[in-house]
């Protein structure tokens, strides 16, 4: 037996749509196989992960917490693949932002007016946004594998931030502990009814609906895909491929860093050490789950953000590791990939007696 | 299987075939690419194959030297069945293969290249020695130790032989050899190809020249979508009888009777010269040409000497370090961007129809955008694309041009080379463009599609604009151009009127006759 | 045993695990592959090295365990990649997250456990050698297999038959194709030793450098190792160089860290990225050096015609 990849002559549009579904579908058996493997019920194990966080109103809100940074930067950096440019330092850009939006409210604490919270948003995204200036830069400019560098500056980011939270932004008054300020009044994101709902989803919707139509409806968004998928059309096109990883890059990073200071305004209300549990790296997922398509995005944002949720009640509830959400995570975006396969390809199985081959699709 | 068999020489003047097809099919999903072929060849005959572009000429060698295998059919060595399941097979038995596109790897030195289509136990310092041997014998120059990516077309084409003689075929493939060859290079060729026939070596010969076919060889098989259609003498046939057999029909003549009679410059080349782009590109040096309202001009020239080069220069694709290095109707636009060219009415088409003309996995309305967006006719209003325009555009020209597609907005990729091409020029052509550079134009495109698309570039040319071909292929050349300048290194030489340039002399500049020297001469008569 | 060998042996010590991983790697991207997993075949290869290590008490085993962690998650990559033609930077970030996910779940249990340490094997006469003796011939199994893999590695790939292959499959897929190699098992090989280098690379970690769990302990290392692939130029010799420089900078900037100098010990922690930064930077500006050697197919997937 042997499988092989048969060429279609256009892309399938019904595969397009059910990879994401059909992935899902195999990460959910592959976490039945892993739950009863270690001696739980796979049916009440998958209803506390996938079901539960969406069905109680506070953790639905839990949801849409982690939900807005996933999907912030998960739309950033779907345009920045659709266009090749392989930004994976979104972490670090996340970190930046929020160093950089936090300099508003521990540099000028007593300033309060809704200016405060516009100024740290604004700076929030220009911190990222500049961070990933460093990975574009050297790769217009020098050639350097922007996977390699925005990855670097990831560690380089972390360091900084443990730095700066330890060193010359630490509270005064905090006992000593490696935490900024607490944040209070308009330096905090406004609260969407009496939950922890933050305006950072409204962001995030606003972002969504920003990119669908750059994407779909704009000059920029055909440049982008043109180069992403042809890089020499681009050039007969008369489009720079020099300004699209300067836009992208920027675009991504500017989203990530609004992550970050939404996350420092938001739930966390003061800069820590940890500001973030791995959203830049989440997001990757988000963005290759949601098609790389901002409205696809919001969707996998929504669905990564219930396995983080179900991912901390399955670790009280069944006392299963909270590393397990992780490797969900990892095993979801293997299953995207390989069934994002079908998209251009028809799967067929060679039997070993040289038979006539049995389409699968 | 393939049994390793190394008996060679001693051509025992058999009446059996060497090699013999039967009912060979291959399907690809509905298509049959072969449709129950039959072929034969005899040890010692040069055998041609001929057929159009998508007959099945490539399948069936393919299966022959094992690449693929049949959906059907069976294949027969000297009357006794085989079958062939790699390449490797296929060398065992004495089958060797020069490809059309090389399989060869650029980053590799010559020996290695031929080492890896030699059996395993050969030792590179001996194969270094043989290969001296052999390309002294059959005067086929090449250096053992030179790197691949640094070798000329030509070049690259005498390792392809040099490996398949060093395995003593008995059975030589060669698809399309000329294509790539200058005149007299072609010739030193069919020197060494009668020599191997000679020898008892069988050649099954694919091209698509007809009067090399009928100098040539002794045998012919057509074939015409997918099914053999004929079995000829070519010595007997004339070259329109043979062409008529392939195409299936008279072929449609192009009406290139018209007086010649040139007006403005629109397209001018002005001392252009270019360092090349990274270690394996080609410098363009002191280019000049006048291109003028209502004629048609060809670059010839064998491929990789500086043709996507010079494009690249003139379609703004690469800027020029000066603006008057290049002229588009009356404008010093050397320093113009592609997009800034093409407002000021160029199109431009490109050798890539994947890739570089079209994006392959865009719909065709899209790919209208690709060089339309910044023109008049609202694609693009400030900032936001209108996609039924476009959608609009792109019927009439798919209409226009005899675009044939499945549906009526399909991806790019989707369609036949013949169609693509049509699409890509059309997109152009619709434009109405003052000037247009259109880099070869029929290259892999059936009879019909390259008949129309030759018309089109005269037609466009009658209307008042100046068209410049770059194309190898000299038949075209000859047919659309008024006239002819030929490309060697990077450099240019004089621009002839086709009426008066031979042959030979257009193989002499191919070889790079006016290259340096020529500069020399101009100066002696203009001073 | 002076403070110079001291730090010599630290750096050599430091340098082993880059020099498996990026020779593993080396390899696979020669043969027209990009794996961007090295950090989660590396992570994967450390947590099982150790789980098996603390469970058998033997580090020989540990090593196996090790060496066969990174080869399954290879496999994994290869079968996506190859078999299902998947995007390879994609596929290569989702084996990271999905080893750095994993690791974490395995070695859950282990965390804070004792380590079995690999002993040095010395070498008799040799490590009595003055100075370099110590350093060169005293050092434990796995830097000698780091000093073997160069050097074979560099004969192979040059010297030999199935190194012309490899090369050829990186240089040209269709050609290699046309002549009847198989690019997919080609490429299945490559990939595997790949996955076993860094596996090795992950055991040498926890079962030498510091025998012990620590989740995420990799910190990076596999993204240097895929840095200096491309520092090499996609030569042994040159990526052995660049392992030893910067395992230098390493522990240099652990050295001054210790002696203090008001350093904020972060901006030395973050010397290393920046290194590599800096190396990419140097490298990849330079067109001539880079493009000679770059496979020309690398990170394009092949679906052969059928």
């Known amino acids: 037996m042997k499988l092989v990849l048969e060429k279609r002559s256009e892309h399938s549009e019904l595969m397009t749509l059910m990879s994401p579904v059909l992935a899902i579908i195999l990460t959910v058996i592959t976490g039945a196989i892993i739950f009863a493997v270690q001696g739980l019920n796979p049916f009440s194990a998958l209803f506390v992960y996938f079901i539960e966080p969406i069905t109680s109103l506070w953790s639905f809100e839990e949801v849409l917490v982690k939900a807005a940074p996933l999907i912030l930067i998960g739309a950033g950096l779907s345009v920045c693949y659709m266009a090749n440019v392989w930004n994976i330092g979104a972490e670090g850009q996340l970190t930046m932002g929020a160093l950089a939006g936090s300099f508003v409210p521990i540099i000028f604490s007593s300033w309060q007016s809704p200016l405060t919270l516009v100024a740290m948003l604004v700076m929030g995204a220009l911190g990222g946004a500049a961070f990933a200036a460093i990975p574009a830069f050297l790769k217009n400019r020098f050639n350097a594998n922007e996977i390699l560098t925005s990855l670097m500056l990831v560690y380089i980011a972390q360091l900084i931030l443990d730095w700066v939270v330890r060193g010359p932004w630490r509270d005064p008054q905090g006992y000593n502990f490696p935490q900024s300020i607490a944040f209070e009044g308009w330096q905090l994101l406004p609260i969407l009814g009496s939950g922890r709902v933050h305006i950072g989803i409204i962001l995030a919707i606003i972002t969504v609906i920003i990119l669908t139509v750059l994407m779909n409806r704009t000059l920029k968004g055909f440049e982008i895909l043109v180069i992403g998928n042809a890089p020499r059309a681009g050039r007969f096109a008369g489009f720079s491929r020099k300004k699209i990883v300067w836009f992208t890059l920027l675009l991504s990073g500017g989203l990530a860093g609004l992550a970050g200071i939404g996350e420092v305004a938001g739930p966390s209300g003061q800069l820590q050490t940890a500001i973030s549990p791995g959203y830049g790296f989440t997001a990757i997922i988000v963005a290759f789950l949601g098609r790389l398509n901002p409205i696809g995005v919001f969707f996998a944002g929504i669905m990564l953000a219930i396995t983080y949720i179900g991912g901390e009640a399955a670790q009280i509830t069944l006392g299963v590791s909270d590393k397990t959400a992780q490797v969900f995570q990892g095993v979801l975006l293997f299953f995207i990939l390989a069934c994002d396969t079908l998209i251009l390809y028809r799967i067929k199985m060679l039997g070993s007696t040289k038979q006539q081959p049995v389409a699968a699709e | 299987m393939g049994k390793n068999i190394s008996i060679r020489g001693g051509t025992a003047a058999s009446t059996e075939y060497l090699l013999e097809a039967r009912g060979i099919t291959k399907m690809y999903g509905d298509l049959a690419a072969n449709n129950d072929v039959a072929l034969k060849i005899a040890p010692g005959e040069i055998h041609a194959l001929l057929g159009e572009n998508g007959a099945g000429k490539s399948t069936l060698v393919k299966i022959i030297y094992g690449s693929i295998q049949p959906t059907e059919g069976e294949l027969y060595w000297l009357g006794e069945k085989v079958h062939i399941a790699n390449p490797a097979a296929a060398r065992n038995l004495g089958v060797g293969m020069v490809f059309q596109h090389f399989s060869l790897f650029e980053a590799l030195n010559v020996a290695e290249n031929i080492a890896l289509a030699l059996p395993k136990d050969i030792d590179i310092k001996d194969l270094s020695e043989k290969i001296s041997e052999v390309s002294k014998e059959y005067g086929l120059p090449l250096e053992p130790t030179a790197l691949v990516a640094d070798l000329s077309v030509g070049e690259r084409q005498r390792i392809e032989i040099v490996r398949c003689l060093l395995q003593e075929p008995r059975l030589l493939i060669m698809d399309e050899p000329t294509a790539v060859l200058t005149p007299q290079e072609a010739d030193q060729l069919f020197l060494t190809l009668e020599r191997l026939a000679s020898e008892g070596c069988a050649v099954l010969y694919i091209s698509h020249r007809l009067d090399e076919v009928k100098r040539l060889c002794h045998d012919a098989t057509i074939l015409r979508m997918g099914k053999v259609v004929g079995h000829v003498n070519p010595q007997q046939e004339t070259a329109a009888s043979l062409a008529r057999l392939m195409v299936g029909a008279d072929v449609h003549a192009i009406n290139a009777n018209r007086e010649y009679n040139p007006g403005d410059t629109l397209l001018k080349l002005n001392n252009l010269c270019q360092n090349a782009d990274g270690p394996f590109g080609v410098s363009l040096l002191d280019i000049n040409l006048d291109v003028k309202a209502g004629e048609v001009v060809a670059i010839a020239g064998v491929a990789g000497n500086g043709q996507s080069e010079l494009f690249d220069a003139i379609s703004g694709e690469r800027t020029s370090s000066s603006a008057a290095t290049i002229r588009i109707d009356g404008r010093d636009s050397g320093l113009d961007n592609i997009t800034l060219r093409r407002k000021n009415g160029a199109g431009f088409v490109p050798e890539e129809r994947l890739g570089h003309g079209a994006v392959p996995g865009l719909s065709l309305s899209e790919n209208i955008v690709l060089t339309r967006h910044s023109d008049d006719d609202g694609l693009s209003k400030s900032g936001f694309l209108d996609r039924e325009s476009a959608v609009a555009i792109n019927e009439r020209i798919t209409r226009d041009y005899d675009v044939r597609k499945g549906k009526p907005d399909p991806e790019a990729r989707s369609l036949s080379g013949g169609n693509l091409q049509k699409f890509v020029v059309g997109r152009e052509l619709d434009r109405k463009p003052k000037v247009l550079v259109i880099n070869q134009p029929t290259w892999g495109v059936d009879a019909g599609a390259a008949a129309l698309i030759r018309q089109a570039m005269i037609d466009l040319a009658l209307s008042g604009s100046a068209v410049l071909v770059i194309s190898q292929d000299l038949d075209e050349i000859f047919e659309v151009a008024d006239r002819i300048a030929v490309i060697s290194r990077g450099q240019l030489s004089d621009a002839y009127a086709s009426s008066e340039l031979s042959l030979e002399k257009i193989g002499l500049l191919m070889a790079g006759e006016h290259e340096k020297k020529t500069t020399i001469q101009d100066e002696k008569v203009s001073a | ?306």
């Open chain 3, 1 to 306: 045993m002076d403070a110079t060998q001291a730090i010599i042996l630290t750096i050599i010590t430091a340098s082993t695990p880059l020099l498996l991983a990026a020779i593993g790697e080396l390899v696979t991207e020669r043969s027209g592959v990009l794996n961007l997993g090295v950090e989660g075949m590396m992570v994967m290869g450390a947590v099982c090295g150790f789980a098996v290590a603390y469970e058998t008490g033997s580090p020989l085993l540990g090593i196996i365990a090790g060496v066969s962690g990174g080869m399954v998650m290879a496999f994994f990559f290869a079968f996506m990649t190859q078999t299902l033609a998947t995007n390879q930077v994609a596929t290569g970030l989702a084996l990271t997250l999905l080893g750095l996910g994993l690791s974490g779940l395995i070695g859950e249990s282990y965390v804070g456990l004792p380590g079995v340490k690999l002993g040095q094997i010395d070498i008799p006469l040799l490590t009595s050698i003055p100075f370099i003796g110590a350093i060169i011939f005293g050092q434990d199994i796995l830097v000698y297999a780091s000093f073997a893999l160069i050097f074979g590695t560099t004969y192979v790939l040059f010297k030999t038959r199935t190194g012309l292959i490899i090369r050829s499959v990186g240089d040209n897929h269709n050609s290699a194709h046309a002549l009847g190699y198989n690019v997919i098992a080609v490429r299945y090989a490559c990939i595997l030793f790949g996955g076993a280098c860094s596996g090795l690379a992950g055991a040498y970690l926890s079962l030498a450098y510091t025998p012990q769990w620590i989740e995420n302990m990799t910190a990076g290392r596999g993204w240097i190792a895929l840095a200096l692939v491309v520092f090499s130029t996609w030569l042994p010799k040159r990526l052995a160089i660049g392992a030893y420089l910067f395992g230098a900078v390493w522990i240099m900037g652990l050295y001054v860290q210790a002696l203090g100098f008001g350093i904020p010990s972060q901006f030395l922690s973050s010397l290393p990225y920046l290194v590599t930064i800096i190396a990419l930077v140097i490298i990849s500006g330079n067109k001539t050096l880079t493009r000679v050697n770059t496979p020309a197919c690398i990170g394009q997937s092949f679906v052969p015609d059928r």
